[in-house]
């Protein structure tokens, strides 16, 4: 049986940056130069998973570090903007990393991050942390990829609760995970998500459920595998569901900008948990969240509860 994922409340325990984000006509030659278009600043990194969350109902908090200069200020403004408290206080070593985010026309996006504060460890403790059978833990790879931060994560997965979700996100990082750290994460993780690009660099393969089954063998029993496969939707996998792997269409929509949408997908689909449904539905309305991120520009773009039962009901009358 898949265990069922229903915390109460989703924390992050690594990196929320600043995306410094600039519309592109297409990506620089090396030694060459753009000119951009729009270009603007929020919160971006795990803040865009929590926020997801939030506005799907489910209890948030963030358990990183944040700095004291204006990237900071930025984060924890976005932050009680959705109503997610910080739990810690701004450290005065120095600022939040940031993120250039370069956006072109058809909506791809790539990455340039530059570390802050909340790249190590510093003087917090992670066992410090105050948590429940009932919570989750979100992990991202950046997270994972920092060499003060990464090893102090994977031994603090060793020692959680017995029943909370961990949640990981390798990303864009997945092959630089340093394999010892990534074996000992995914070793108690609940829920393991990607896209496409990093299931194929994870798994060695093609094919998506292929590498869905693959990826599987490696958890613990229980747990879930969720591909993220663009517009395509997303592939499912666990010992728990009769057919596995499922493969789960998203619908239709016209991309402008992909950032931040598999944030949105992972956000909506732990709260869709956390809220009651089971694993095929979550991943369905993960999709449909998704699907509305891309029709946004910007980082954190989930839809809320409502505008999602609004697409949905819109859906319902085109069929």
């Not at 948590?131 to 090893?151: K, T």
């Not at 609940?190 to 590498?211: K, P, S, W, Y």
């Not at 089954?213 to 939707?233: E, F, K």
Request: aromatic share 4%; proline share 8%; hydrophobic share 45%.
């Amino acid at each position: 049986m898949t265990t069922e994922l229903r915390p109460q409340r989703l924390l992050s325990v690594g990196s929320i940056v600043a995306d410094i984000r600039i519309d592109v006509p297409h990506l620089p030659p090396r030694g060459g130069d753009v000119l951009g278009s729009t270009a603007s600043v929020s919160a971006g990194g795990g803040f865009n998973v929590l926020a997801a969350a939030a506005r799907n109902g489910l209890a948030c908090a963030f358990a990183g570090r944040h700095g004291i200069g204006p990237y900071g200020i930025r984060i924890r403004a976005d932050l009680a903007r959705e109503g997610i408290p910080a739990l810690l206080e701004p450290s005065p070593e120095g600022d939040s990393g940031f993120c250039v985010v370069m956006v072109e026309p058809h909506g791809e996006r790539t990455f340039i991050t530059s570390p802050g504060v909340e790249s190590e460890l510093g003087p917090r403790t992670l066992a410090s942390l105050a948590l429940e059978a009932s919570d989750a833990v979100f992990v991202s790879g950046y997270d994972l990829c920092y060499p003060a931060l990464g090893p102090a994560i994977a031994q603090w997965t060793q020692t959680l609760p017995v029943g909370l979700g961990l949640v990981v996100d390798p990303g864009p990082m997945v092959g630089e995970i340093p394999s010892d750290i990534l074996c000992a994460v995914l070793a108690n993780a609940r829920v393991l998500t990607m896209n496409r690009r990093e299931a194929m660099l994870f798994g060695a393969a093609e094919d998506l459920g292929q590498i869905a089954v693959r990826v599987l063998a490696r958890l613990a029993a229980g747990a879930l595998v969720i591909v993220r496969d663009g517009a395509n939707g997303c592939v499912l996998a666990s010992a728990g569901l009769l057919d596995s792997p499922v493969r789960i269409p998203a619908p239709p929509v016209r991309m402008i900008d992909s950032t931040g949408a598999g944030d949105a997908h992972t956000g909506v689909f732990v709260a869709a948990m956390a809220a009651g449904l089971d694993p095929v539905s979550a991943a369905r309305r993960a999709n449909l969240a998704a699907a509305v991120s891309v029709t946004r520009r910007g980082p954190a773009t989930a839809p809320t509860k409502e505008e999602l039962e609004t697409f949905l009901a819109a859906a319902r009358c085109r069929t």
